[in-house]
Each structure stands twice: as structure tokens, then as C-alpha cells.
């Protein structure tokens, strides 16, 4: 190990959000989606869960475009008999690039190829970042974020109406890893799928909580609970149950042992944080790398080396100490949460 890093004046600990938010009866939430297999799930589980209500749902392109997400979250909430939520579109497109979408992992459809019934829901005719916006305003310090897909959407609601950060209750997001990407060796999708606008969420002045794909990769969906899953039926549980199979399928045929709970794993970090271990750090995402565009960089020290031109050359002169913006979350009791997600989904 390094001498330096032992000298560092920052404890990092690892604590459990028991102490870091408090959980309100009824925690206000939005989730801004790209639906999206594991999108479907997180979304059913949010509105089966009597510690959420549910405010609006915004969609976002990225697993598919924003038409057909659109129709899969109005879809999905008419299956769930919810057509008292908003639901808005937002943007449809990338801040600053081409969209990348996803049928090879969510299906055709997006939504493992199912066909679901047609909506009874209409959309709500405001614009997704707008809604947010609204909607922070109207509850002050209430509302939880949850963005589970690229988060454009959330980027230009901060850009529009940077007061909104100190409004929010909270904001817990799937994306990011700090050990390696999903879509290349660097960078996870969500955040791949809009660089600039990940940058800005991070350093919005907010605490992000950083549900990652690396814990998603270790929250596995596996035949096992899919049994469980499929021994009861409702319209909810075989729509849960029909994307399941599918993307446990897809999954295994590329090597996992189950599917990634990525967003439903956030959807639960809010209902039950005690699931998740983090660690706050600073993180920031890497807008240019020749290899690295769209992964989070996450400060392990809390701190960088001051370097200082002395003559010709560079010397340290000790550490300049950096604010951490995120709790990034490190492990999930993976079987507590299924466990959890299969009681809320069961017979519905
Ligand atoms: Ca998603």
C-alpha cells in the first residue's frame, strides 16, 4: 500500500442510510424511466408498495425511444389499474449525441416482447423535465427522484430550474459502476447513454445515491424466484412474470445466472434502504476518454494530490480534500430484496 494514502486525514466509513434520510410514512416519488424490461418491474414494484406514492412517472429514451416508452409506461400503469399517475413524455434524445437503444436485452417492444393489453391511461401533456419541476415546487423537500434510465430528463430540469436540488428530498438513481461497465470495459448504459447530462446530475449539488450496475450484477433474478413468481397470477404478476422469463432467458444465454435487478433495486433502496451498504465519494463522469466516455469516476481517498510546478517538474505538496455528491452503494442483501420484490408482486 502506499504511505501517502495511509496518511490521509479522511475516514471514508461504510454506513447504512438508516442515519442518512429519514424515511417519511409515505415517501413522494417520481421515476424517470426508459421502459425497459427491468424498468416494467421496477415500476410495478413501486406501485405495489404502500411506503411509495407514486407521483408522476417521466420517460426518457434509452432502452428504446421515447415514443415506444412512452406506450410501455402507459401500458404497464393500465395493467396496474393506475391511471390516476401522470405520465409525460420528456426528452427524445441524448443531450449531446446519438440515442443508443436496447431491444437486444428488453425485446423488440422493449417490454420482452409482450403484448400487453392497450392502454386506458392518456398521457399527461406536460413535459417530463416540467412535471419535475412542478412537482418539486408543490412539495417542498418531499419528493424522491428516482431516475432509472439516462438522465437527460433530470439534467434539463436542473439546468432549467437549478433550485429544484435544494427542494428534493432525495434522488437515488440505477446507473453507474465503480468496477467496470456493462456496455464496455467503462461505462454503464445509463450513464453512457448521456455523459453530459450524468455530469450534470452529479455535481447539481445533491447527495446522488448510486445504485449501480455492479451491485445490480450481484441482485440476480434466478429460476428459482421465478417459480415462486409464477405459482401465483394476477394481470400484474404474469406481466412481472412474462418479462422475467424472458430476461432471465436473454441473461443466461449470455452468461449470468439470472437477470439484473438494476432498477427495481433502486425502487427498493427508497422503500427499504437498509437492503444496501454505501460509501459516500466524490464521483465524476468522463465526458471525453478515448475508452472511458460514460463511466463514473469515484474518488476512493476523498481527496486528490496538490501538485505544484517546482522549476521543471511537479511536486505534491500534500492533498486537496474533495466533497463527496454521492453515496454509492457497494452491496445489496440480494435475497432480502427478492424476497421482498415477490411478496409485492405476487397474486397482484
Ligand atoms: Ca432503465
Redesign the pocket.
Given at each position: 500500500m502506499n504511505t501517502r494514502h495511509i496518511l490521509l486525514p479522511i475516514v471514508l466509513c461504510l454506513s447504512s442510510s438508516l442515519t442518512a434520510w429519514s424515511q417519511s410514512i409515505k415517501d413522494r416519488v417520481i421515476i424517470d424511466?426508459?421502459p425497459?424490461t427491468?424498468?416494467a418491474m421496477a415500476i410495478l414494484l413501486a406501485l405495489n408498495s404502500p411506503e411509495l406514492k407514486v407521483e408522476a412517472i417521466t420517460v426518457v429514451p434509452?432502452?428504446v425511444q421515447g415514443k415506444q416508452g412512452l406506450e410501455n409506461a402507459l401500458k404497464l400503469v393500465s395493467v396496474a389499474k393506475r391511471c390516476d399517475v401522470p405520465i409525460a413524455a420528456g426528452a427524445q434524445h441524448p443531450l449531446n449525441q446519438k440515442l443508443y437503444t436496447a431491444q437486444y436485452w428488453h425485446g423488440k417492444n422493449g417490454l420482452a416482447d409482450l403484448e400487453l393489453p392497450p392502454s386506458k391511461c392518456k398521457p399527461d401533456p406536460r413535459f417530463g423535465p416540467d412535471l419535475i419541476i412542478e412537482l418539486v415546487h408543490q412539495y417542498p423537500h418531499e419528493i424522491t427522484l428516482i431516475p432509472?434510465?439516462p438522465l437527460t430528463n433530470i439534467a434539463l430540469a436542473v439546468s432549467k430550474d437549478p433550485s429544484i436540488v435544494q427542494l428534493t428530498q432525495n434522488i437515488v438513481i440505477?446507473g453507474g459502476s465503480i468496477s467496470g461497465g456493462n456496455v464496455n470495459g467503462a461505462a454503464e448504459a445509463?450513464i453512457f447513454g448521456d455523459p453530459e447530462a450524468a455530469q450534470i446530475v452529479f455535481n447539481a449539488g445533491w447527495m446522488v445515491t448510486m445504485v449501480g450496475s455492479d451491485v445490480g450484477e450481484r441482485t440476480l433474478m434466478t429460476r428459482k424466484h421465478l417459480e415462486k413468481l409464477q405459482a401465483t397470477h394476477g394481470p400484474q404478476n404474469d406481466v412481472v412474470t412474462g418479462i422475467a422469463r424472458w430476461y432471465i432467458e436473454r441473461s443466461e444465454k449470455n452468461g449470468w445466472d439470472g437477470a439484473a435487478m438494476?432498477?427495481p433495486l433502486a425502487v427498493a433502496t427508497v422503500i427499504d434502504p437498509t437492503l444496501v451498504k454505501w460509501k459516500e465519494m466524490h464521483v465524476d463522469v468522463e465526458t471525453k476518454g478515448e475508452f472511458t466516455r460514460g463511466e463514473t469516476v469515484a474518488n476512493r481517498m476523498g481527496a486528490n494530490e496538490k501538485n505544484v510546478l517546482h522549476g521543471d517538474h511537479y511536486e505534491i505538496e500534500g492533498y486537496d480534500v474533495l466533497q463527496p455528491n454521492a453515496r454509492v452503494v457497494l452491496t445489496s442483501d440480494a435475497e432480502r430484496f427478492l424476497t421482498m420484490f415477490i411478496s409485492r408482486i405476487a397474486s397482484k
Amino acid at each position: 500500500m502506499n504511505t501517502r494514502h495511509i496518511l490521509l486525514p479522511i475516514v471514508l466509513c461504510l454506513s447504512s442510510s438508516l442515519t442518512a434520510w429519514s424515511q417519511s410514512i409515505k415517501d413522494r416519488v417520481i421515476i424517470d424511466t426508459d421502459p425497459g424490461t427491468d424498468d416494467a418491474m421496477a415500476i410495478l414494484l413501486a406501485l405495489n408498495s404502500p411506503e411509495l406514492k407514486v407521483e408522476a412517472i417521466t420517460v426518457v429514451p434509452g432502452n428504446v425511444q421515447g415514443k415506444q416508452g412512452l406506450e410501455n409506461a402507459l401500458k404497464l400503469v393500465s395493467v396496474a389499474k393506475r391511471c390516476d399517475v401522470p405520465i409525460a413524455a420528456g426528452a427524445q434524445h441524448p443531450l449531446n449525441q446519438k440515442l443508443y437503444t436496447a431491444q437486444y436485452w428488453h425485446g423488440k417492444n422493449g417490454l420482452a416482447d409482450l403484448e400487453l393489453p392497450p392502454s386506458k391511461c392518456k398521457p399527461d401533456p406536460r413535459f417530463g423535465p416540467d412535471l419535475i419541476i412542478e412537482l418539486v415546487h408543490q412539495y417542498p423537500h418531499e419528493i424522491t427522484l428516482i431516475p432509472v434510465g439516462p438522465l437527460t430528463n433530470i439534467a434539463l430540469a436542473v439546468s432549467k430550474d437549478p433550485s429544484i436540488v435544494q427542494l428534493t428530498q432525495n434522488i437515488v438513481i440505477m446507473g453507474g459502476s465503480i468496477s467496470g461497465g456493462n456496455v464496455n470495459g467503462a461505462a454503464e448504459a445509463n450513464i453512457f447513454g448521456d455523459p453530459e447530462a450524468a455530469q450534470i446530475v452529479f455535481n447539481a449539488g445533491w447527495m446522488v445515491t448510486m445504485v449501480g450496475s455492479d451491485v445490480g450484477e450481484r441482485t440476480l433474478m434466478t429460476r428459482k424466484h421465478l417459480e415462486k413468481l409464477q405459482a401465483t397470477h394476477g394481470p400484474q404478476n404474469d406481466v412481472v412474470t412474462g418479462i422475467a422469463r424472458w430476461y432471465i432467458e436473454r441473461s443466461e444465454k449470455n452468461g449470468w445466472d439470472g437477470a439484473a435487478m438494476y432498477d427495481p433495486l433502486a425502487v427498493a433502496t427508497v422503500i427499504d434502504p437498509t437492503l444496501v451498504k454505501w460509501k459516500e465519494m466524490h464521483v465524476d463522469v468522463e465526458t471525453k476518454g478515448e475508452f472511458t466516455r460514460g463511466e463514473t469516476v469515484a474518488n476512493r481517498m476523498g481527496a486528490n494530490e496538490k501538485n505544484v510546478l517546482h522549476g521543471d517538474h511537479y511536486e505534491i505538496e500534500g492533498y486537496d480534500v474533495l466533497q463527496p455528491n454521492a453515496r454509492v452503494v457497494l452491496t445489496s442483501d440480494a435475497e432480502r430484496f427478492l424476497t421482498m420484490f415477490i411478496s409485492r408482486i405476487a397474486s397482484k
